[in-house]
């Protein structure tokens, strides 16, 4: 291990706070990390500021964990301001790693979006019309926000990502590899996903397997579901056979489905459609 202390930066993108939750959640190792890094950034914990990382040298970061995608020009700044004062650049949960739940926006248009938020809205007050502009002139000046891009983007489609540490949020274990990976300068090839496995949920996880022969599906309330028994053999949809390990199989193992958050098995481009090619291959047709 190092003898200097590892210079950190935990950043969050456009995504929800559980992955920065997720590093708390590492419990008594967060003490660790506090006594084999300083953190310097880390807005939903530390009062770092953007100009502090300005300062910095290049490559003076040893580690940033990015997590969230890539949604409006702060984002982006940030990312490339990290990527630039970084020696490693690590795409940290499923929204940096692949853009996750805020990538899911990419199916709309950006008017509709504000359409939603802004306009068709219940939340908002009567007549109110305002969408949020780049630049407003107010009596005390002009006031400037982040401009919201046409898309989300996944980190390494802006920046150059080091290594992938997958999950909706990734499991405290993998906090705790990739840390210790850095700190121990024992370090995988450039471009590895960390902290998960090679294998798919399925293989790690203990329900019974049988023949499937699924006639029907269902939502998960409109059946009981028989607890020691594959979800989808029951006709509940799961992810598990399209889905990167090491999560600890901890939605069937709570009665929901994968919802596939590790993202695809190595050597696999499309998720979505090896899932649907398994699913299809349960059909009782
Ligand atoms: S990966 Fe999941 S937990 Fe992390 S920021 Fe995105 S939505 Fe939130
Ligand atoms: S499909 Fe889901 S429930 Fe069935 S074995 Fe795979 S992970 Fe488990
Ligand atoms: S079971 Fe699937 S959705 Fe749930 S945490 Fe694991 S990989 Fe993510």
Redo the contacts with the bound molecule.
């Keep these: 291990m190092a003898d200097k202390k590892l210079q950190i930066a935990i950043y969050?993108g456009?995504?929800?706070?559980?992955?920065?939750?997720?590093v708390l959640d590492t419990n008594e190792f967060i003490l660790d990390v506090a006594g084999l890094a300083d953190i310097r950034l880390w807005p939903i914990a530390v009062d770092g500021k953007y100009k502090d990382v300005e300062l910095m040298a290049d490559g003076e970061l040893d580690l940033t964990l990015y997590?969230?995608?890539v949604r409006n020009s702060e984002n982006e700044a940030i990312a490339k301001l990290l990527r630039q004062k970084s020696k490693i650049m690590v795409a940290?949960?499923?929204?940096?790693?692949m853009g996750?739940?805020?990538g899911l926006a990419n199916f709309c248009k950006k008017e509709e979006i504000y359409r939603t938020a802004y306009l068709d809205n219940p939340s908002i007050e009567s007549g109110n019309q305002a969408v949020p502009e780049p630049r407003t002139h107010v009596e005390a000046g002009e006031l400037e926000i982040p401009y919201f891009y046409k898309r989300v983007y996944k980190l390494d489609q802006v920046v150059k990502v080091d290594y992938y540490v997958p999950?909706?949020?990734?499991a405290p274990n993998q906090v705790k590899a990739v840390l210790l990976a850095v700190a121990s300068g024992k370090l995988p090839p450039l471009g590895s996903v960390v902290g998960a496995s090679d294998l798919a949920v399925c293989d790690e996880c203990e329900r019974k397997k049988n023949e499937k022969k699924v006639k029907k599906f269902y939502r998960p309330w409109q059946i009981i579901q028989d607890f020691d028994v594959c979800l989808l053999e029951q006709g509940i949809v799961c992810a598990g056979p399209a889905t990167r390990g090491g999560c600890g199989v901890r939605c069937p193992n709570t009665g929901v489905g994968c919802r596939g958050?590790y993202g695809p098995l190595p050597n696999v481009k499309d998720q979505g459609a090896k899932f649907l090619s398994a699913v299809a291959s349960v059909i009782d047709s």
């Excluded at 456009?14 to 997720?22: M, N, R």
């Excluded at 999950?167 to 990734?170: E, L, M, Y």
């Design positions: 969050w456009a995504g929800c706070g559980g992955c920065d939750v997720a997590n969230g995608a940290f949960g499923s929204c940096a790693h996750g739940i805020p999950g909706c949020p990734p958050c």
